[in-house]
Nanobody, 123 residues
């Protein structure tokens, strides 16, 4: 499975961005999907996950109520809608696919990774 993330950019605090991750080369609906992020000088951090039919989601506490994750299995794409962005959300965001079926939150539980897209939130 190949994953291509897009949609990052520079936004002011309080603004919004929508990240997209397009999958190819596999059966998209067979995978739970997740978003992770890595800020400068820090480790990779789980942000959100969605199960294969889109019926269940899970979020990092600090993004609950601000971020939503969704997927369109007909388009082989998963989305991360980010609202009320804060400067602490600045990071490279990665999408990932997991064969596990319980909304995994650790990076080692994911099998495939996209290349990352930069999100920069200015104050």
């Amino acid at each position: 499975v190949q994953l291509q993330a897009s949609g990052g950019g520079l936004v002011e605090a309080g603004g919004s961005l929508r990240l997209s991750c397009a999958a190819s080369g596999g059966t998209f609906r067979s995978y739970d999907m997740g978003w992770f992020r890595q800020a400068p000088g820090k480790g990779r951090e789980f942000v959100a996950a969605i199960n294969r039919n889109g019926g269940s989601t899970y979020f990092l506490d600090s993004v609950k109520g601000r971020f939503t994750i969704s997927r369109d299995n007909a388009k082989n794409t998963v989305y991360l809608q980010m609202n009320s962005l804060k400067t602490v959300d600045t990071a490279v965001y990665y999408c990932a696919a997991s064969r596990l079926g319980y909304l995994p939150t650790f990076d080692y539980e994911y099998d495939y990774w996209g290349q990352g897209t930069q999100v920069t939130v200015s104050s």
